[in-house]
């Protein structure tokens, strides 16, 4: 048996530093030189891929550690020579991902590297100061990606309230289109089917044309009998002749559609909706687009416009909208339908007013999550543990509904909640409330959620699906959409549609 060696008592003062070091600090920045120098044939084929990389990555932030200590800067020539050796390192590092990138030289350089940094330990082994430094080094790196990810969050909000030029364009040719028509030709037809309930019926708002003709035309592609498919679809008056003129030009099949735009429904006024009334109050405009907020970077999610659009809160009027239907399927703009949906019009939802699926598999997805538990009105009417349900692909039981006074409730709650003390934005906290032990648990398969904001989502979920919904600021028809989900989305258009190609929209 060979003899050990003696111990190395400035490599064990550097073994104190790595367990002295914050978890965040890989304990490899301080490893010992000679840990860091197997970069021969023999050590390679016994460590991890690419360890040549992690270990010249860690000798450049021992060196930038060096940099910053006292005893190394009084020394101007060590200063110098070390920072021509890091440069040298730097160099030869560049972009390279895996050892196989690194080029012939490499090992000179690195080598070169070791040698400056043997020589600076013995001018510096006082491990308490080195530790002191690496601290400094970590709460800057970590103050650097805090303003890094706040960057993110604002410039994300950004592109996702930008109406790029193609979606700007689309509109203008189409209502130019829409007003050069004929009265006869400005009609849909089969509107003799708009009222009938043994039809399947959807109900679609939204101000954007192009993701309205791919909720549409996924509906109905993957519809086993699309002449009994009929879609209700209410915009607002600026997009209300583009609508038209797009479903005109690109009709669906033989399913049937309605456009209508909000000014129709003269009944939805200030005094009948409190929220409508509240939308046009000078506090809530101050609330959402004010710049005078405590925390401006905490408000970017509240400054987008659908906020303060009556459009998306249109889905607590169904039976007032569509006094003649028993059921009808809601669906957001940003979904897109994959398999037949006649299957939701058969569920017995057990006297429950709303299906939908339920997202609790994650706790942030819970009612604590949407609602102000701290405020007793909440705290003794719900339970903060709750599991929340997704809006976006819904089957409404429309008779039920009327029954259970369901819009009442929903007035109710909005008018406790004038100073958003309650909840802060949007429909699902109040749908949650409206909609508190009155939801039918839908299976998972029919409605698929994250695809606007979550890479991971897993493509076995997706293929199983029957509705996948873009939720979340990457839409598909942004730029920044997420590229491995754009396809589900842009199959259900035809971009040799001759407004497509004048305004350039493209796959």
């Known amino acids: 048996m060979s003899r050990r060696k003696p111990p190395d008592h400035s490599s064990n003062r550097l073994l104190s530093l790595q367990e002295t070091v914050p978890k965040q600090t890989s304990a490899k920045v301080v490893m010992d030189n000679s840990q860091a120098a197997r970069t021969d044939g023999k050590a390679k084929s016994s ?8 270990n010249i990555k860690d000798q450049l932030i021992k060196a930038k550690v060096y940099l910053g200590l006292g005893s190394i800067r009084a020394n101007s020539q060590y200063l110098k020579d070390l920072r021509q050796r890091i440069r040298e390192v730097q160099k030869v590092l560049g972009d390279a991902s895996k050892d196989t990138d690194l080029p012939k030289n490499a090992n000179e350089k690195v080598k070169a590297l070791e040698q400056m940094l043997i020589k600076g330990k013995q001018m510096q082994d006082d491990c308490s100061i080195v530790v002191k430094k690496l601290r400094a080094m970590l709460h800057s790196a970590e103050e650097q990606l805090h303003a890094h990810k706040k960057q993110t969050v604002f410039l994300t909000q950004l592109a996702a309230k930008t109406l790029p030029k193609g979606l ?22 089969n509107q003799h089917k708009l009222s009938n309930p043994k039809l399947y019926h959807y109900a679609l708002f939204s101000d954007n044309i192009l993701a309205t003709a791919v909720v549409v ?20 008056r600026l997009n209300y002749a583009p609508m038209r003129m797009w479903f005109l030009s690109n009709p669906p099949g033989k399913a049937t559609i309605e456009v209508q735009h909000i000014g129709e429904f003269t009944w939805l006024n200030d005094s009948y909706s409190p929220v409508l009334k509240q939308l046009g109050s000078q506090s809530m405009i101050d609330y959402y687009f004010g710049t005078n907020h405590a925390n401006p970077d905490s408000n970017l999610k509240y400054r987008n416009p659908k906020y303060l659009s009556i459009l998306n809160h249109l889905r607590f009027y169904l ?20 398999k037949d949906l006649t299957g939701l019009w058969s569920i017995n939802m057990k006297g429950k007013v709303n299906g939908a699926v339920e997202t609790c598999g994650e706790g942030f997805h819970r009612f604590d999550r949407y609602l102000n538990f701290s405020n007793p009105v909440i705290a003794k009417n719900f339970d903060p543990h709750a599991c929340g349900w997704a809006f976006g692909m819904n089957v409404f039981d429309l008779a039920e509904w009327k029954k259970q006074n369901i819009t009442q409730i929903y007035h109710s709650w909005q008018k406790l909640n004038q100073d958003r003390s309650l909840w802060k934005l949007g429909t699902l906290p109040p749908g949650l409330i409206t909609f508190w032990n009155k939801t039918f648990p839908l299976s998972r398969s029919w409605h698929v959620l994250g695809l606007g904001y979550n890479p991971h989502v897993n493509s076995r979920d997706i293929e199983r699906a029957a509705s996948i919904h873009y939720n979340g600021n990457m839409k598909p028809w942004l730029e920044i959409g997420l590229p491995k989900f754009r396809s589900y989305w842009s199959k259900y258009l035809n971009y040799d549609q001759h407004f497509l190609r004048e305004c350039n929209i493209n796959p």
């Open 47 to 54: 460590v991890l891929p690419d360890t040549r990389i992690r």
């Open 168 to 189: 700007h364009c689309l509109p203008l040719r189409l209502a130019n289109e829409y007003f050069s028509l004929d009265p006869g030709q400005q009609q849909f037809p």
């Open 217 to 236: 035309n996924s509906t109905v592609l993957n519809a086993k009998y699309p002449s009994d498919h009929v879609f209700h679809i209410i915009t607002d």
């Open 319 to 338: 039976p007032e909208i569509y006094p003649k239907l028993d059921k009808i399927v809601f669906l957001d703009d940003d979904i897109v339908v994959k």
